[in-house]
């Protein structure tokens, strides 16, 4: 290499054109192995995800080989869409993105359930706890009506027995005959009524102790209960519950046999493993839709195909000299250019009319718009015209710098050689 080419080399080195274009697809490079750790991160949470929902329903080792299969087409799919033309290969391209969209739905679908569980956790918990609470309360509510109205009876029943003892003190009880009316005294009538009500009064008071009895069970059910919600011991604070529900219902099958009416059965409560077990996930959950959920699930997988998407689409890497001379010199040989709406350089690379007759084989200039295409500094607008990324552009303006001074050099030259002359 002459001392003119290595002084030429080293200026192109050092030209502005070269140093943005170099940290340019050195800051994407940069951001492309970042993005790399970051989908396959997201390609595990889904998969995570997604695997917990499949699990539920088919064998766990067949729900891991699904999981790993959907995970690697969303990812290989998404890479192979940012390479693929759509115009170019119409027929792979919705292949690929039928694939993508199947796997997607299978995707979001199983990790919905798990997203599901995490953000209904605390109104599952809820619920739970108003169907204690509802069952309890209309467990209760039957007995504390029929308890009303047996002591309202008795209280009758009560008042009627003392009305007849007074009337057959003072001899005008209905039943008392004609020869002993108006009688004031403690006769045998009276002691016959006295006796029966003596022994509705004790019934009475039996009747009431008992229903004391079964009151204070209530409290200390309905203060447990009031504790649950906010019990540090949850274990505890909910066999405590149980334990109170016992006894009221005890009590209750006490006084069952004792007024001899049939009180209402209690319903029976779920147990503490049921209480706080995890949701399970069904497709009942679907019947219940949480938008919440849903959008997380679609999340996950939105970012994993978007970041899997732009990773293939970005430039993999800067050109080196010899392909910038080789691309600046193929791109020369196409003539027509043109302004396009985006405001950038867009060219034909089919044909010209004149080039066809003449058979010119263009294979050099569509290796270096293939090569372009490839590493990002082209875009293709269709099967016939290109444009030129931003990135394109101080590369080519560097080289046109190059080739001015060249010309200029070779003029000067020219000029000094005649003026030797």
């Not at 054109?17 to 192995?33: A, D, E, H, P």
């Not at 039928?98 to 739905?105: E, G, P, Q, R």
């Amino acid at each position: 290499m002459s001392k003119a080419e290595k002084i030429t080399r080293k200026r192109k080195n050092l030209g502005v054109g070269n140093l943005i274009n170099k940290v340019q697809t050195l800051f994407v490079g940069l951001l492309k192995i970042w993005t790399i750790p970051i989908v396959l991160m997201l390609s595990v949470a889904s998969g995570f995800t997604t695997y917990y929902g499949l699990s539920h329903f088919i064998t766990p080792w067949i729900a891991l080989v699904i999981t790993v299969a959907i995970q690697s087409i969303i990812v290989i799919c998404s890479l192979e869409i940012a390479s693929i033309h759509w115009k170019a290969n119409r027929l792979r391209y919705f292949s690929v993105v039928v694939s993508l969209l199947i796997a997607l739905a299978a995707s979001i679908s199983f990790s919905y359930f798990k997203f599901y569980e995490i953000s209904q956790q605390e109104t599952i918990h809820i619920n739970r706890l108003n169907q204690i609470r509802q069952n309890i309360k209309s467990y209760l509510s039957q007995v504390l009506t029929i308890k009303g109205d047996v002591l309202k009876q008795q209280s009758l029943d009560l008042k009627k027995a003392s009305e007849e003892v007074t009337q057959a003190y003072f001899g005008t009880h209905p039943l008392v005959s004609d020869l002993y009316r108006n009688q004031v005294g403690e006769g045998p009538f009276w002691k016959h009524y006295n006796h029966i009500y003596q022994e509705k009064k004790q019934k009475y008071e039996a009747m009431d102790r008992e229903f004391s009895v079964l009151n204070n069970d209530i409290q200390k059910l309905q203060r447990s209960l009031s504790d649950l919600d906010v019990a540090k011991d949850l274990e505890t604070s909910y066999y405590d519950v149980l334990t109170n529900y016992q006894q009221v219902q005890l009590q209750v099958g006490r006084l069952s046999g004792y007024i001899g009416l049939g009180l209402p059965e209690a319903p029976l409560l779920m147990t503490y493993k049921q209480y706080v077990t995890d949701v399970k996930p069904s497709v009942a959950m679907w019947n219940g839709f949480s938008l919440f959920a849903f959008m997380c699930a679609v999340m996950v997988d939105f970012f994993t195909v978007l970041l899997s998407y732009r990773l293939e689409f970005t430039a993999p890497g800067p050109l080196t000299t010899e392909e910038e001379d080789l691309v600046f010199e193929c791109l020369r040989q196409f003539s027509e250019f043109s302004i396009n709406g985006n405001d950038e350089l867009q060219m034909v690379i089919e044909k010209t009319d004149i080039e066809k007759a003449r058979r010119y084989s263009d294979l050099s200039r569509m290796f270096a718009v293939g090569l372009l295409l490839n590493r990002g500094f082209l875009r293709k607008i269709d099967h016939k015209t290109v444009e030129f990324a931003p990135n394109l552009y101080p590369l080519i303006a560097e080289k046109m710098g190059n080739k001015i001074e060249q010309l200029r050099a070779a003029a000067l030259k020219s000029k000094n050689g005649v003026d030797d002359e």
